[in-house]
């Protein structure tokens, strides 16, 4: 039985590899498409891009994972019985249940394996991915300077840019330089700005200081002047607020301090989490009792079926998230109701099998 179970194992890889990297690719699409902009307008390196899609893989892996193990099962198992190898199985006194045991140790790993994405990884690279998205920003300056922006997000500046050309050099630039003795900040006006190093270069610049009463005090011009941003960005500090970043420990130990809405986002996030983990269970159950023992003429029909089982489960799932999220559904139930739906599917299917002796 251990020569068989490995057999399954090592037969199962492959598929359950190739169908996570089709789902995974398909979810990463809708990004990809939008990173395109970046890449022919925006200016940003192509390695640049490829980093920043690495850190949304991890939890779009949380998800693919689940479904992945599904087809997977689907096309190994649906070989073997095309080849007859579920057959010889059978034969040799393998019931089931046996059949069974090697799929659902695998999808006990894969749902360890989905809790420490969770737990360890997607948080990580959350933060991973916002600080590159602010590195990208500070050095390249199309992607940072957009035209009729007011950006004041920077500690000791505010500036606003008035036009942007395709070399990325600024037209128009006002730079406030901030001062916490005077609430009255020093004013810079320039006709040229471009960035280097982390720093923009103001050409034709003009600047204008004001005492703390708010008069005009020092007037004055330079045919350029270095606003250097680097103290912010080194000291950057960030901290990731989405709590689909979160793990599950920092999400209960938060949740105490919520209310509201808040607090229902928080318990939706746990659940959810918690029921990307077991839904591996159900999942290999279903592909297990809908692909063993089919004959040729009905695979197909086993097929559309898996196919619209794991629309049926994201749209259900989505669903439920969404509507938990406005307080009109349970959140426990919102999040679980379709874990729920496919255990109770996967049993049946799984007891017709046991009953017709497969």
Same mark, same amino acid.
């Given at each position: #039985?251990?020569?068989?179970?490995r057999?399954?194992?090592?037969?199962?890889?492959?598929?359950?590899?190739?169908?996570?990297?089709?789902?995974?690719?398909i979810f990463?699409?809708?990004? #990809?498409?939008?990173?395109m902009?970046?890449? *022919?307008v925006?200016?940003?390196?192509?390695?640049d $891009?490829?980093?920043?899609l690495s850190f949304?893989i991890p939890?779009?892996?949380?998800?693919?994972?689940?479904?992945?193990?599904f087809?997977g099962?689907?096309?190994?198992?649906?070989?073997?019985?095309?080849?007859?190898?579920?057959?010889?199985?059978?034969?040799i !006194? #393998?019931?089931?249940?046996?059949?069974?045991?090697p799929?659902?140790?695998?999808?006990?790993?894969?749902?360890l394996?989905?809790l420490?994405?969770q737990e360890s990884?997607?948080?990580?690279?959350?933060?991973?991915?916002?600080? @590159?998205?602010?590195?990208?920003?500070y050095e390249?300056?199309i992607f940072?300077?957009?035209e009729?922006?007011f950006?004041d997000?920077l500690?000791?500046?505010?500036?606003?840019?008035?036009?942007?050309?395709?070399?990325?050099?600024?037209?128009?630039?006002?730079v406030?330089? +901030?001062?916490?003795k005077?609430n009255?900040p020093?004013?810079?006006?320039?006709?040229?700005?471009s960035?280097?190093?982390?720093?923009?270069i103001?050409k034709?610049?003009?600047? $204008?200081?004001?005492?703390?009463? !708010?008069?005009?005090?020092?007037? !004055?011009?330079?045919?350029?002047?270095?606003?250097?941003?680097?103290?912010f960005?080194?000291g950057i500090?960030l901290?990731i607020?989405?709590?689909?970043s979160?793990s599950? +420990?920092? @999400?209960?130990?938060e949740?105490k301090?919520?209310e509201?809405?808040?607090?229902?986002?928080?318990k939706?996030?746990?659940?959810?989490k918690?029921a990307?983990?077991?839904?591996t269970?159900p999942?290999s159950?279903? !592909?297990?009792?809908?692909?063993i023992?089919h004959?040729r003429?009905?695979?197909?029909?086993?097929?559309s079926?898996?196919?619209f089982?794991i629309?049926?489960y994201?749209?259900?799932?989505n669903?439920? *998230?969404?509507?938990?999220?406005?307080?009109?559904?349970n959140?426990f139930?919102?999040?679980?109701?379709s874990?729920?739906?496919?255990?109770?599917?996967?049993y049946k299917f799984?007891?017709?099998?046991k009953?017709?002796?497969?």
């Amino acid at each position: #039985m251990k020569i068989i179970n490995r057999y399954i194992l090592e037969e199962l890889r492959g598929p359950i590899i190739l169908s996570v990297f089709i789902f995974t690719f398909i979810f990463l699409l809708d990004i #990809m498409v939008a990173m395109m902009e970046n890449i *022919i307008v925006k200016g940003i390196s192509i390695i640049d $891009i490829l980093r920043l899609l690495s850190f949304y893989i991890p939890p779009i892996l949380t998800q693919t994972i689940p479904i992945g193990l599904f087809l997977g099962i689907m096309i190994c198992f649906s070989k073997f019985s095309r080849n007859s190898e579920s057959v010889a199985m059978v034969s040799i !006194g #393998m019931s089931i249940n046996n059949i069974l045991k090697p799929i659902l140790m695998l999808a006990f790993s894969l749902s360890l394996f989905i809790l420490f994405l969770q737990e360890s990884i997607i948080p990580r690279s959350f933060i991973k991915l916002k600080y @590159l998205g602010a590195k990208i920003a500070y050095e390249n300056p199309i992607f940072q300077l957009k035209e009729k922006t007011f950006i004041d997000n920077l500690d000791e500046y505010s500036i606003y840019v008035d036009e942007v050309d395709s070399n990325g050099n600024a037209k128009n630039i006002l730079v406030f330089e +901030k001062n916490e003795k005077n609430n009255f900040p020093t004013v810079l006006v320039g006709k040229e700005a471009s960035w280097k190093d982390y720093s923009i270069i103001i050409k034709n610049a003009e600047f $204008i200081n004001f005492t703390v009463e !708010g008069k005009k005090n020092i007037t !004055g011009s330079f045919d350029e002047k270095k606003v250097s941003l680097t103290p912010f960005f080194e000291g950057i500090n960030l901290k990731i607020k989405d709590v689909e970043s979160l793990s599950i +420990k920092t @999400l209960i130990s938060e949740m105490k301090n919520k209310e509201g809405k808040e607090k229902i986002e928080y318990k939706v996030e746990i659940f959810r989490k918690l029921a990307l983990i077991y839904s591996t269970f159900p999942l290999s159950l279903l !592909g297990l009792a809908l692909s063993i023992g089919h004959h040729r003429t009905s695979r197909k029909y086993a097929f559309s079926l898996a196919i619209f089982i794991i629309f049926s489960y994201i749209v259900l799932l989505n669903i439920g *998230i969404v509507m938990a999220n406005v307080g009109k559904i349970n959140a426990f139930i919102a999040t679980w109701f379709s874990n729920i739906l496919l255990t109770l599917i996967a049993y049946k299917f799984y007891s017709l099998k046991k009953l017709r002796g497969i």
